[in-house]
């Protein structure tokens, strides 16, 4: 069945290091949404993105869209301790309407 | 605000005891989610609602039930049949359903054993 992998699992870094996550889909996605889930919160809309290739910022986040759309990454440069919590791809049901199947997530954590 | 209310934040269950996890939201979504988060796991859907009067098992429906009887309102019932239910439940909703929508979260429900 169709599945979206994330890589890797647990990051910790030095703040100021840069940090990047990767989402691998098992299929092409229509679209792949982005979440942050800080630390006994919930998940929290980030971005989505739609196109092939597609490359959008924000602040010192940077997310892409393989040309494929089959894969994504967020990167985050000169990590912040704000920026702790768990990020999570997600993409869509091939013909399922809303249902979304969500990555396992990558946790960060900022050392200060 | 608009948003989504769950509750309660906390809540315990003893052996052989339904119990009933409020969602409520005012943002006029058509569709609604129930998901469960376990520790280091991802999302997982429980139930979920294209609109109201309607509602589809998901990917681990079995030892839980759901309503939808009013636009706003989703409640996620845990059954005695959920062997464990000790998770953090989340509610969401987006505009409609259809892939494309971000959804929206509740600040979730952590139910333990007792």
């Known amino acids: 069945g169709q599945q979206v992998m994330q890589i890797p699992q647990y990051q910790h870094v030095q703040e100021g290091e840069d940090f990047t996550t990767y989402c691998n889909s098992s299929?092409?996605?229509?679209?792949i949404q982005w979440y942050k889930q800080r630390p006994g919160g919930h998940p929290v809309f980030l971005i989505q993105?739609?196109?092939?290739?597609e490359v959008k910022k924000q602040k010192r986040l940077t997310f892409q869209f393989g040309e494929a759309k089959k894969n994504s990454s967020l990167h985050i440069t000169a990590t912040q301790t704000t920026d702790v919590g768990t990020y999570f791809c997600?993409?869509?049901?091939?013909?399922?309407?809303?249902?979304?199947?969500f990555g396992q997530g990558t946790e960060l954590s900022v050392k200060p | 605000d608009g948003g989504i209310t769950q509750s309660p934040k906390y809540l315990f269950r003893k052996e052989g005891q339904n119990v009933t996890l409020s969602c409520e939201q005012n943002?006029?979504?058509?569709?609604m989610y129930w998901y469960r988060q376990d520790p280091g796991q991802g999302l997982r859907l429980i139930y979920y609602?294209?609109?109201?009067?309607?509602?589809q098992k998901g990917d681990i429906a079995e030892g839980y039930s759901v309503s939808r009887e009013k636009k706003e309102s989703f409640p996620l019932t845990v059954t005695s049949a959920q062997k464990n239910p000790t998770a953090f439940y989340l509610c969401?909703?987006?505009?409609?359903?259809?892939?494309?929508?971000?959804?929206?979260f509740g600040d979730g429900t952590r139910l333990s054993i007792l």
């Open positions: 993105l739609v196109k092939s290739g």
């Open positions: 969401a909703s987006s505009i409609a359903w259809q892939g494309d929508q971000p959804q929206h």
């Open positions: 943002l006029n979504h058509d569709a």
């Open positions: 997600a993409g869509p049901f091939d013909n399922q309407g809303g249902k979304l199947i």
């Open positions: 609602s294209q609109i109201v009067n309607d509602f």
């Open positions: 299929t092409t996605l229509s679209n």
